[in-house]
């Protein structure tokens, strides 16, 4: 029976363990630009393992096209695990510093009432400026940026999407598809 894919583009997390060697998260980029897939979303850290990276991709694409980048990461050598997330399963956050213009009193109470109806901290005050500090999901952080927007946005910075699985499951859950992930890696 042949699997049939949902052919909607959607926004899909793609979480991978990989070596922490030099030029990794380079060698993982280009896989997906040679594929001609767009990176919405690209974060990269360590792990509590010494010696691996998470790296967290957020890719827009159609479940075929996400489920085929996927086997061709799983085919990178310093790749260890790749798992493809879902939202429902998943914890996905991005964090965002905004600087905003607040020239008067008036304007730097509303921006600071604002910070605190979202959870956001004000990490930086100057005579003529506000910078807001959020963490949160996707919309969370849209909804703030575009309300701040009216102030007048000097300056902001995001990272992408942070992910990780709800509850006891994880990316190291998967033993025997790490296993078959490296059989044939060691030969080389």
């Known amino acids: 029976m042949k699997k049939t894919f949902d052919t909607e583009k959607k926004l899909y997390t793609l979480s991978l363990l990989v070596q922490d060697i030099p030029g990794v998260l380079s060698q993982v980029a280009r896989l997906f630009s040679r594929k001609g897939y767009n990176i919405e979303s690209i974060v990269s850290g360590e792990t509590s393992q ?17 489920n085929q980048i996927a086997a061709q990461c799983r085919k990178l050598i310093p790749v260890m695990v790749v798992k493809i997330l879902d939202e429902e399963t998943s914890i996905q956050r991005e964090f965002a510093m905004i600087k905003v213009k607040a020239v008067d009193r008036n304007a730097r109470d509303e921006v600071i009432q604002m910070a605190n109806i979202f ?4 990490i930086d005050v100057s005579r003529e400026t506000l910078t807001v500090a959020i963490f949160g999901d996707k919309s969370k952080t849209s909804a703030l940026i575009d309300l701040l927007d009216d102030f007048g946005i000097l300056e902001m910075a995001k990272t992408g999407t942070l992910a990780i699985e709800r509850g006891r499951s994880s990316i190291y859950d998967d033993n025997k598809l790490r296993e078959e992930y490296n059989y044939g890696k060691n030969v080389l």
Not at 119 to 122: E, G, K, L, V
């Open 119 to 122: 959870r956001a901290n004000i």
């Open 50 to 66: 010494p010696g691996v990276t998470r790296i967290t991709i957020v890719i827009l694409g159609d479940e075929l096209m996400v």
